[in-house]
Nanobody, 124 residues
Framework: VQLQASGGGLVQAGGSLKLSCAAS????????IAWFRQAPGKEREGISC????????YYADSVKGRFTISRVNAKNTIYLQMNSLKPEDTAVYHC??????????????????WGQGTLVTVSS
């Protein structure tokens, strides 16, 4: 199982980026797929997740209304459209496979597989 995130970069506050997560060696409908981020010195933060068919979408409060997760099964790829970016969104972003998007009413951070992340830097 491989997951590779890409699409990060440097953007000014208020700008947008679209991250991609390419999955290989499994199909997307086998796992729920999450995006999480980790900033220097901070704990891992689950920010979004997609699962099932039809897809159910989940967002952390910190990104709700600004980020959109989507899935293209034909490409075995998950996307994260990030709009209205803020300096506090600066982090390394990873995509991960998980058994369930939500555990105990919150976004799960119990990931089964994840790959190298992509750095997003938002300047003020």
């Amino acid at each position: 199982v491989q997951l590779q995130a890409s699409g990060g970069g440097l953007v000014q506050a208020g700008g947008s980026l679209k991250l991609s997560c390419a999955a290989s060696a499994f199909t997307l409908d086998y796992y729920a797929i999450a995006w999480f981020r980790q900033a220097p010195g901070k704990e891992r933060e689950g920010i979004s997740c997609i699962s099932g068919s039809p897809a159910k979408l989940y967002y952390a409060d910190s990104v709700k209304g600004r980020f959109t997760i989507s899935r293209v099964n034909a490409k075995n790829t998950i996307y994260l459209q990030m709009n209205s970016l803020k300096p506090e969104d600066t982090a390394v972003y990873h995509c991960a496979a998980t058994a369930s998007c939500v555990v105990g009413g919150e976004l799960s951070t119990m990931y089964v597989h994840w790959g190298q992340g992509t750095l997003v830097t938002v300047s003020s």
